[in-house]
């Protein structure tokens, strides 16, 4: 075989394969015939005029995502950096506008974004760039849309992903935080320590109130007591008064008996007058003498019973 022939089916096979492309999914290949559009193929095999026609791009039909961070001030003189994410496409069946109207769509919607961020943020204190960032997105999105439908590009979403103040504002706001979230808690603690003050006064009233009826019922019953014994004593012929001397001075030694019995006790109360010693002495013998009486008066009463 000859050379010449070896070159002619080599060049025969070379346009024959090159006839041939394919096209991936979510993919348009825009083909030009001699530098004009000639035709947009989409996913699957196809055929082309060899030296005739050729691929000019290809664009991806899928949906695609662009970050955007604005630098920009606040109505009340604060910088802020957002992040505005994009979410946009290419429509199908403007793939032709697409490729042929813009040579770089990222700085086209770059554009967009920076203008309607600077433009709505500048409205807004920080606050409401924080508490309206869904407003923020929802203008970037209509501006866009208007914009880039015609360069057949369709906007599916915006997002304000991320909002970041200058780091001195940032730590004034969360010194600002910290001492509201004190004074909170300050107030909570200070009810709780005024409900707790109101709710002991309350028990120690109720604790006085019944101390005090039980002091008075003890007292009843002391005095019931004493009225008891003075009937008895006035029955066997002594008096009120001398009856109230017995009953004291036996008290008194009944107390001091209680005292002699606990072992652990090294405490007694005495008189510390300069009269004491002879207080108690008067004390003992008209206490010895007030038995005697007792004692008279009951052998009487015995007398007079046997009689």
């Known amino acids: 075989m000859s050379i010449p022939i070896i070159v002619i089916a080599v060049l025969s096979l070379f346009i024959l394969i090159s006839s041939?492309?394919?096209?991936?999914?979510?993919?348009?290949?825009?083909?030009?015939?001699?530098?004009?559009?000639?035709?947009?193929?989409?996913?699957?095999?196809?055929?082309?005029?060899?030296?005739?026609?050729?691929?000019?791009?290809?664009?991806?039909?899928k949906i695609q995502q662009l970050d955007v961070i604005v630098e920009t001030k606040t109505k009340d003189d604060v910088f802020v950096r957002l992040k505005v994410s994009v979410q946009y496409k290419v429509i199908r069946n403007k793939v032709?506008?697409?490729?042929?109207?813009?040579?770089?769509?990222?700085?086209?919607?770059?554009?967009?974004?920076?203008?309607?961020?600077?433009?709505?943020?500048?409205?807004?204190?920080?606050?409401?760039?924080?508490?309206?960032?869904?407003?923020?997105?929802?203008?970037?999105?209509?501006?866009?849309?208007?914009?880039?439908?015609?360069?057949?590009?369709?906007?599916?979403?915006?997002?304000?992903?991320?909002?970041?103040?200058?780091?001195?504002?940032?730590?004034?706001?969360?010194?600002?935080?910290?001492?509201?979230?004190?004074?909170?808690?300050?107030?909570?603690?200070?009810?709780?320590?005024?409900?707790?003050?109101?709710?002991?006064?309350?028990?120690?009233?109720?604790?006085?109130?019944?101390?005090?009826?039980?002091?008075?019922?003890q007292r009843r019953e002391i005095a019931r007591g004493l009225e008891e014994s003075v009937e008895v004593l006035n029955k066997v012929g002594i008096n009120s008064q001398e009856a109230s001397a017995l009953i004291v001075v036996t008290q008194h030694y009944d107390t001091l008996q209680s005292i002699g019995q606990e072992t652990n006790s090294n405490l007694i109360l005495l008189p510390n007058s300069p009269q004491a010693g002879s207080q108690m002495l008067n004390d003992m013998v008209a206490s010895f003498t007030a038995s005697n009486q007792i004692g008279e008066a009951m052998k009487n009463q015995k007398k007079k019973n046997i009689e």
């Open 20 to 61: 041939f492309f394919i096209v991936k999914q979510q993919t348009a290949v825009i083909i030009e015939r001699f530098g004009k559009f000639k035709v947009i193929r989409q996913s699957g095999l196809h055929l082309k005029i060899p030296l005739v026609d050729r691929i000019a791009g290809r664009l991806s039909l």
């Open 96 to 217: 032709e506008d697409a490729f042929y109207k813009l040579d770089y769509p990222h700085d086209q919607i770059t554009s967009y974004v920076f203008d309607v961020v600077r433009a709505e943020v500048p409205k807004m204190i920080l606050d409401d760039v924080f508490l309206k960032k869904d407003d923020i997105a929802i203008a970037v999105k209509s501006e866009l849309n208007d914009a880039m439908q015609d360069y057949g590009y369709d906007i599916i979403k915006t997002l304000v992903t991320d909002i970041d103040p200058d780091a001195q504002v940032k730590e004034a706001m969360n010194r600002i935080n910290a001492a509201d979230r004190e004074k909170t808690a300050a107030q909570y603690e200070g009810d709780a320590a005024r409900i707790l003050i109101v709710e002991k006064a309350k028990a120690e009233a109720e604790s006085k109130r019944l101390q005090g009826q039980g002091i008075a019922d």
